[in-house]
């Protein structure tokens, strides 16, 4: 079974336009989310980027459990990379560089979902969140 996550990114004003482009080019993480030791604990199903006036979501679908897809997550290139080149247009300053500090990050900045709803799913078949 799959999750869906999102993470809530504050911007400075009048910066959408860049960090749309820095979404559209940012590279892709390999999608095989593995542990430590190289053995694959889920993927990474989907990617959706949404950017709005002084705001920036990033949702995800995953197979796994979110500490380890965070983790794989931080260990991929594109996305420290990508985790870089937004930081100058944040609202609001963060530490990526240590584990506290993403952890710190991951709180504040992560959004609960609530609701799942498809064409294609009868209400009984939804699954609970």
């Known amino acids: 079974m799959s999750t869906w996550h999102a993470l809530f990114y504050p911007l400075k004003p009048g910066n959408e336009d860049t960090v749309k482009e820095l979404f559209r080019a940012s590279g892709r993480p390999r999608f095989e989310v593995t542990d430590g030791e190289g053995n694959v604990v889920g993927h990474l199903l989907g990617t959706m980027a949404?950017?709005?006036?002084?705001?920036?979501?990033?949702?995800?679908?995953?197979?796994?459990?979110?500490?380890?897809v965070a983790a794989h997550m931080s260990r991929q290139v594109e996305v420290?990379?990508?985790e870089r080149q937004l930081e100058p247009y944040l609202a609001k300053p963060r530490d990526m560089n240590t584990p506290e500090g993403a952890r710190e990050f991951f709180r504040e900045a992560a959004m609960e979902c609530v609701l799942v709803r498809r064409h294609d799913?009868?209400?009984?078949?939804?699954?609970a969140l």
């Open 80 to 82: 420290r990379e990508f």
């Open 50 to 68: 949404f950017v709005g006036k002084g705001m920036a979501v990033r949702v995800i679908e995953v197979e796994g459990s979110l500490p380890q």
């Open 121 to 127: 799913q009868p209400l009984a078949a939804q699954p």
